[in-house]
């Protein structure tokens, strides 16, 4: 699967399978995403980026470091501390993805603009 931020100084590849997506509704990824952040995750060893010209890394708390576009400012990445994993902006991801959102997360802390319809 491949995938990148808007202007294309950012590109990267990931082999499947792709976990499902979950969606954060935490203060952090609001502010990150404008809205809520949804992404899948895959491990480092299936993950490689092509293009890295734009990337840059915000070290977002003590648990993880947030990678985005320094030039068209795309959010593309949470990466944990310490974990052999990447979790990547599922809107990221180009063409069919044949993923869906799987859970909640941080629910609690959405914003009240919205309701959360699943189950």
């Known amino acids: 699967m491949k995938g990148g931020c808007l202007c294309g100084q950012v590109r990267f590849e990931a082999d499947a399978p792709l976990r499902d997506v979950f969606a954060c509704h935490c203060s952090q990824c609001r502010k990150t995403s404008g809205h809520f952040w949804a992404a899948t995750s895959v491990p480092l060893d299936r993950f490689r980026l092509t293009e890295s010209a ?66």
Request: hydrophobic share 35%; charged share 20%; aromatic share 10%.
């Open 54 to 119: 734009g990337l840059r890394w915000f070290q977002s708390s003590a648990q993880a470091r947030r990678g985005f576009c320094g030039t068209c400012g795309s959010s593309l990445f949470w990466d944990p501390v310490g974990e052999a994993r990447i979790s990547i902006a599922a809107g990221a991801l180009e063409g069919a993805t044949g993923l869906q959102i799987t859970q909640e997360l941080c629910v609690e802390d959405k914003g009240d603009y919205y309701d959360i319809s699943m189950p």
